[in-house]
């Protein structure tokens, strides 16, 4: 099976189940594995971000699966040991990986390279929910990830501490570098691109949306309430929810408004887009977004090296990511001193340990301790 001219296994009938017997019970309508994964993924219909996410590691499973002529009811301890070193070196890689290319591209590939420890660990974490769920479905009759001894360290997809984040120096340099001045004669459409930069960066820092968030916010979204201006956001989950605008990102709201020739402040139900394409009017898709986004950094990781900036920091722009955006303002808001409750509420997080992530104040605590431990005089 060629992988590059290969349709979505979602699209495509996939290789029947291993039949199951009479020891379990179908619970789903599927007649193939495929039919089967896209039954799980529906679960996830009303989390964009997240299907899109979940939908990239089953297909790399279905299509490793068919490149070995094995089905889902194959897939044993020993199978998921030669699955989790595949997904750290696909080979071969002419036929795995490659540049990114639209998905019907004929030389679209899998992967763009073996995934670091961390991706294959949130692959992993991913796929065992998908054999759960496919167990509880009367689809398969086994969970080869009950097997794994070590199971609870390497599936445990929860750092001791956010660390894909812009350290405060990195971002007030990429900041000042963002709003650099114009060249001389730049033309219409460059003095646009870089308002509607500048907005869109200051929008992820100060408020810390998700990227189809920030696709999907309307005009009328930042609301005046009782003298206060709020955003309401349909977050994650569906969950509706309203963060309070700092006066920054009035700011950057009104500039970039002036940009499109509006008032300063939206209208009661303006239902436009906040983030909008080259003509102004209509909006953009999250990944358009989140190119964007990325192209950015690269452009920006090129800048600082050129100035002979720190390599560190340099890495770390050619490796950020939108979510990177976010996760940068929640570290940022920590730091500023906002309470632990409504950095919560602001982020969003249905748990405070989830937010309590951000905090690094134990850390600075623990260095600081640590300097009272000297070699004798």
């Known amino acids: 099976m060629d992988a590059g001219k290969s349709r979505l296994p979602m699209e495509t009938p996939g290789v ?5 017997g009479s020891r379990v019970v ?3 309508d599927a007649v193939t594995d495929a039919d089967a994964v896209a039954a799980w993924l529906a679960e ?3 989390s964009p971000q997240t299907l899109k996410s979940y939908r990239r ?3 790399r499973l279905l299509l490793w699966l068919a490149s070995r002529q094995l089905t889902l009811g194959d897939m044993d301890r020993e199978a998921l040991r030669h699955f989790e070193q595949f997904l750290a070196d696909p080979q071969p890689a002419e036929r795995w990986t490659g540049p990114s290319r639209p998905r019907h591209h004929p030389q679209w590939r899998p992967f763009r390279g073996g995934l670091s420890p961390a991706s294959r660990r949130q692959s992993l974490v991913i796929l065992q929910g998908l054999f759960t769920w496919l167990v509880e479905a009367g689809w398969l009759s086994h969970n080869p990830f009950r097997l794994m001894r070590d199971k609870s360290r390497r599936l445990n997809n929860q750092a001791p501490g956010v660390q894909r984040y812009l350290e405060r120096p990195l971002w007030e340099w990429f900041w000042q570098w963002l709003n650099g001045s114009l060249e001389a004669g730049q033309s219409k459409r460059g003095f646009y691109e870089h308002a509607r930069r500048r907005f869109i960066f200051g929008f992820a820092y100060l408020l810390a949306p998700r ?9 009328g979204d930042f609301q005046l309430i009782e003298g206060r201006w709020w955003w309401s956001v349909v977050g994650k989950g569906s969950k509706v929810a309203r963060v309070p605008l700092p006066e920054d990102m009035l700011a950057c709201l009104a500039d970039w408004r002036k940009v499109l020739k509006l008032d300063a402040r939206p209208a009661y139900q303006d ?3 906040a983030i909008r394409a080259l003509d102004g009017k209509r909006g953009i898709g999250h990944n358009q977004l989140y190119r964007l986004i990325r192209d950015t950094f690269m452009q920006a990781a090129d800048a600082l090296e050129g ?4 390599p560190g920091y340099v890495a770390a722009l050619r490796q950020a990511t939108p979510h990177w955006l976010r996760h940068t303002s929640i570290t940022h808001q920590a730091q500023s001193g906002i309470s632990l409750r409504h950095l919560a509420e602001s982020a969003r997080h249905a748990r405070l340990d989830t937010t309590s992530r951000y905090l690094h104040t134990e850390d600075h605590e623990w260095h600081r301790e640590q300097q009272l431990h ?4």
């Open 16 to 20: 029947m189940s291993a039949s199951l």
């Open 26 to 28: 179908r619970r789903i």
């Open 44 to 46: 996830y219909r009303e």
């Open 57 to 59: 590691e089953t297909e």
């Open 211 to 219: 990227v189809n968030e920030m696709a999907e916010t309307r005009m």
């Open 271 to 273: 239902e436009s887009p």
């Open 307 to 310: 100035e002979g900036g720190d």
């Open 374 to 377: 000297r070699l004798a005089p």
